[in-house]
């Protein structure tokens, strides 16, 4: 699968000026941005910038970024799934995944998350994907945020819902452990019958247990 990369950008004004809001960005664009020091919900800030500079040169690898100036205070991940994980057991070409989604605490609720997602689906490309992303309480910044698992959960529907995820189920083991927790993805238009039955395959592969 060639995997096709459109540059789409938004700018947004905000309480704190305005970002744009872009990508995706190839890799030596993000190595000579700085990356903010808040940047902290995955790894420490330096060690993410790599990973993410290291993400944008996979073939099927996405980054899209909220700029403050040459800053990068906010960015999103697109990639295959981790190969421990049952969403890339079936081997899928077509199937992704929005691994990772941080925008630092200075512009939460100013509707750069959104954006971000809307800004990810600009590029027509992706409507040849299966995108999917899983949600797990333990991830979310709870403390930071004051919200408790349900609000935070809400916050998080109505930001991926921006980029067309709607909740899908799933028997997966992880997923189903917390209520809170959930599968969400997006199936392009052009994603063939065969590849939405693998998918659905995928989420319950515990069906023919019982």
């Not at 004004?13 to 970002?19: D, N, Q, R, S």
């Not at 890799?27 to 902290?40: G, K, M, Q, R």
């Not at 944008?56 to 421990?84: H, M, N, S």
């Not at 081997?91 to 995944?97: A, F, T």
């Amino acid at each position: 699968m060639i995997h096709e990369k459109t540059y789409n950008a938004l700018e947004i004004e905000t309480k704190h000026g305005a970002v744009i809001v872009e990508g995706p960005i190839p890799s030596d664009v993000i190595a000579n941005l700085t990356f903010h020091e808040d940047l902290v919900a995955f790894r420490a800030p330096a060690q993410q910038h790599k990973a993410i500079i290291e993400i944008a040169k996979l073939p099927e690898g996405r980054i899209i970024i909220v700029r403050d100036q040459e800053t990068i205070v906010g960015y999103c991940t697109f990639l295959y799934p981790d190969p421990l994980e049952r969403w890339s057991q079936g081997k899928m070409e077509n199937l992704i995944e929005l691994g990772a989604i941080e925008i630092i605490p200075k512009f939460r609720g100013t509707g750069v998350g959104k954006t971000l997602l809307r800004v990810s689906m600009m590029d027509d490309a992706m409507e040849d994907y299966i995108t999917i992303t899983t949600e797990y309480y333990w991830h979310w910044d709870l403390k930071g945020t004051g919200l408790n698992v349900w609000e935070y959960r809400k916050v998080m529907e109505k930001m991926m819902q921006a980029g067309g995820l709607e909740y899908f189920a799933t028997d997966d083991p992880e997923i189903s452990s917390h209520p809170a927790n959930c599968l969400m993805a997006k199936i392009g238009s052009r994603v063939n019958d065969e590849s939405i039955q693998q998918f659905d395959q995928l989420r319950f592969m515990n069906r023919f247990m019982y």
